[in-house]
């Protein structure tokens, strides 16, 4: 009876060791083999999980385009309230960078807002998923805790329809969500046009 006791307790601690370090931001596979060209386009924001702080709530939107240079750049669109009751249509902008070319779908992003009430900054932004075509999950770990983990971060899962993905595409979309720890953590982002 104390071996079986003491089976279920390495096993339980096992469990959550193995949970702990899969949290570990990076350990986070990215798309492989990141295509910019492929991924250039419209996409709208079905699914988010906010960061800390203000961010933008609904009918959310983003272009991006490659420059001349070969750089990608976006501008965002989408609705936030400010000061508790007023809700307007935000634009951003953002350029990308690569910081290790053997790793294209882990970028950093530098963003603007294109009014003086919206926040400035730079974050990274990593393509977890993408099938181009279809939808694209992004990942951003602000803060992180020291066992590696993220303390405040945000994602989105984006799709080239605002009407939603089909159930296969959602099962893959809910898979990747557990392999970034953020499982039942996202919310559904309201597309109506309001923007």
């Not at 250039?40 to 999980?49: E, V």
Request: aromatic share 14%.
């Amino acid at each position: 009876m104390d071996f079986q006791i003491f089976g279920l307790v390495m096993f339980f601690l096992a469990c959550v060791e193995h949970s702990l370090a899969s949290c570990v931001v990076d350990r986070f596979t990215v798309k492989q083999d990141f295509d910019p060209q492929r991924y250039a386009g419209k996409w709208y924001a079905l699914q988010k999980k906010d960061p800390e702080g203000l961010f933008l709530q609904d009918n959310i939107s983003a272009e991006y385009t490659i420059g001349d240079d070969g750089a990608m750049v976006a501008s965002s669109r989408g609705r936030v309230t400010l000061f508790g009751f007023w809700v307007v249509c935000a634009d951003m902008a953002a350029q990308y960078s690569v910081p290790d070319p053997n790793t294209p779908g882990k970028m950093f992003m530098n963003y603007q807002g294109l009014a003086s009430y919206l926040s400035s900054g730079g974050d990274n932004y990593w393509v977890i998923d993408t099938d181009y075509d279809n939808y694209a999950i992004t990942y951003a770990c602000r803060t992180m805790r020291e066992d590696g983990s993220c303390e405040d971060g945000y994602a989105l899962v984006f799709s080239r329809n605002p009407r939603g993905l089909p159930p296969a595409i959602q099962r893959v979309v809910r898979q990747k969500q557990e392999e970034i720890c953020m499982a039942g953590q996202f919310q559904p982002v309201l597309q109506s046009g309001a923007c």
